[in-house]
């Protein structure tokens, strides 16, 4: 039997980032992966290609439609979906295999396999190699989520399928229609919007992107409607069949919509199957995710959980977080993560990007707060760019002037959120924010007058 100090059991960015932190830090570390590469969901099927696949859709679509204005005439713009496709994969290849050489520089041993808890401080590692059995004192569990599934639509792998399956469609749908309108269907959607495809978002609330601050949701389900894209918003989805090559989409209240090809994008679920969790007394919540305390401690001793299987928004960064916080926990004592400074981006476009409380947040705590609104209209470099939709939103505490949350929806916003992540990290005010020098021209002036506009002396509105 093999020991180690300690074995994570999946190497998504939560538990790559955790065995490697673990290592720096001295302990002799192994992670267990059952996907031929490593980096998880986000990695192969995830962040990674969705983002590869919307810049480059993004790309084709200013070619055909917006370039010209800058006095770039491209001619007859044609699609080559295959190339497209093989980039995708490219930069997929060159990042998992990035994080197998800081394995092997930070000297984390990988096992191939199915790992399971086999017993206290025992990991049982099934591949194709037959079964082995590991040995540590600490064992973390970051086996990440997986697509969530829809009573009455049962994903056949090609034309009922999930994001993985919308990733690497071998041509343009004629019409696609999405069911779920959070991150991962909305980017999709315009993914395949922008490379031809007629795209119908189907959704069961009264709204897109739960969560997010209903504000910027609005702005942004206009913009998306500008773009192309159908939605049909309190749509309960009651079944999705397939024959031959055609689907049909049921749902209450109206007519069948026939379409070639289903997304099913209604969020995910965590990954906690067969991990011999019954074995050491860890017993799942009702949402199906590990219980731990502040810690990321399980009930079982010297277990541990991170990530998209516990609490918490499912988002790659929250996950490396943790996994930091909690090997340096292990190792000395102390970690800290700060769940009120946690950013979400959607990377659609307009980009948008959210961090702290939303305005129905605060006023459903009864806090009292000031807002800051600028829009990109009003900013040089936004103009430069022809990219002026959207706005800044600042929102403070109204006696400390504390920036509770910031909520952007517009050119590059994922990048710009980083200023107010900072901020918040720092328990900084609407003050600090705009009284900090931002470079001229550029995007980020739009965070400073939004700041500035919580006092009502925006310079530029």
């Not at 031929?36 to 790309?59: D, F, M, N, Q």
């Not at 199915?114 to 401080?121: F, K, M, Q, Y």
């Not at 998306?224 to 024959?243: D, H, I, N, P």
Request: aromatic residues 4%.
């Amino acid at each position: 039997m093999t020991e180690h100090d300690l074995i994570v059991i999946g190497s998504g960015p939560g538990g790559y980032v955790a065995a490697i932190r673990a290592a720096q830090l001295g302990l002799n570390t192994a992670c267990v992966e059952r996907e031929p590469a490593l980096g998880g969901t986000c990695l192969r099927v995830g962040c990674i290609p969705s983002k590869a696949l919307l810049e480059s859709s993004e790309h084709f679509a200013a070619a055909r439609a917006s370039l010209a204005k800058h006095g770039v005439k491209c001619g007859n713009v044609t699609l080559d979906l295959p190339t497209m496709l093989v980039r995708k994969d490219k930069i997929v290849d060159g990042l998992t295999g990035g994080i197998a050489a800081l394995f092997k520089k930070n000297k984390v041993t990988r096992y191939a396999g199915h790992g399971r808890i086999a017993g206290p401080s025992r990991v049982e590692v099934e591949g194709e190699a037959g079964k082995s059995e590991l040995r540590a004192k600490h064992i973390i569990i970051a086996t990440g989520s997986k697509s969530a599934p829809l009573k009455g639509v049962e994903p056949d792998g090609d034309r009922i399928g999930t994001s993985t399956e919308a990733l690497a469609y071998d041509a343009v749908p004629k019409h696609l229609v999405v069911i779920g309108a959070g991150f991962i269907g909305l980017e999709l959607g315009s993914v395949w919007r922008r490379l031809g495809a007629d795209v119908t978002v189907l959704e069961y609330l009264d709204r897109i992107l739960p969560g997010v601050d209903t504000e910027i949701a609005n702005e942004a389900l206009k913009l998306y409607k500008r773009q192309g894209l159908k939605f049909q918003l309190g749509c309960r989805v009651t079944r999705a069949s397939v024959k031959g090559k055609q689907c049909t989409v049921q749902y209450e209240g109206g007519e069948p919509i026939t379409c070639d090809r289903v997304l099913l994008a209604v969020g995910r679920v965590p990954n906690t199957d067969d991990l011999g969790l019954d074995i050491v007394g860890i017993q799942l919540d009702e949402r199906g995710r590990v219980p731990v305390d502040e810690h990321f401690r399980t009930s079982a001793n010297n277990v541990y959980a991170i990530g998209d299987v516990i609490r918490g928004p499912m988002l790659a960064h929250k996950a490396e977080d943790e996994g930091v916080a909690c090997v340096e926990r292990i190792v000395t004592g102390y970690s800290h993560v700060n769940y009120d400074a946690i950013p979400g981006v959607v990377y659609t476009e307009p980009e948008i990007a959210t961090v702290g409380k939303t305005e129905e947040q605060l006023k459903d705590a009864g806090t009292k707060y000031r807002k800051g609104l600028f829009f990109f209209r009003g900013n040089g470099r936004a103009r430069a760019l022809d990219h002026v939709d959207g706005k800044v939103k600042v929102l403070a505490d109204a006696k400390t002037d504390r920036i509770l949350g910031v909520h952007i929806i517009g050119p590059r916003a994922g990048d710009l959120v980083v200023e107010a992540v900072a901020a918040i990290e720092f328990g900084a005010s609407s003050e600090d924010l705009a009284r900090c020098c931002h470079a001229h021209p550029t995007l980020a002036e739009c965070v400073k007058e939004a700041a500035l506009a919580v006092d009502g002396r925006a310079i530029h509105a």
